[in-house]
Nanobody, 121 residues
């Protein structure tokens, strides 16, 4: 069984910063891509940023230059540094990872339960 647990959400003023963390635990042979998504009330979940096992990153246009995704493969962790936050970025932020549980081929996508980020005006 694999679990992803996020932390680091909270209340911040517009223009402020937060750092989200997500750690995977359980039966893990290898973690491939990891990412962060967010879902605001009444809206669809959207991709924020992704990072490959080799460290290549990609961001949705609206966060480029302000958010940084990183990972620590030794700790099975992924991070999201968020700077210059805007009120419209208030949402539940979810961690996502493609994980291969055993030496056998095949991987599965797992999700965390989310961490709430609230950005006040």
């Amino acid at each position: 069984q694999v679990q992803l647990v996020e932390s680091g959400g909270g209340l911040v003023q517009a223009g402020g910063s937060l750092r989200l963390s997500c750690t995977a635990s359980g039966s893990i042979f290898r973690i491939n891509d990891m990412g962060w998504y967010r879902q605001a009330p009444g809206k669809q979940r959207e991709l924020v940023a992704t990072i490959t096992s080799g460290g290549s990153t990609d961001y949705t246009d609206s966060v480029k230059g302000r958010f940084t995704i990183s990972r620590d493969n030794a700790k099975n962790a992924v991070y999201l540094q968020m700077n210059s936050l805007k009120p419209e970025e208030s949402a539940v932020y979810y961690c996502n990872a493609e994980i291969r549980a055993t030496i056998l081929p095949g991987s599965k996508t797992y999700w965390g339960k989310g961490t709430l980020v609230t950005v006040s005006p």
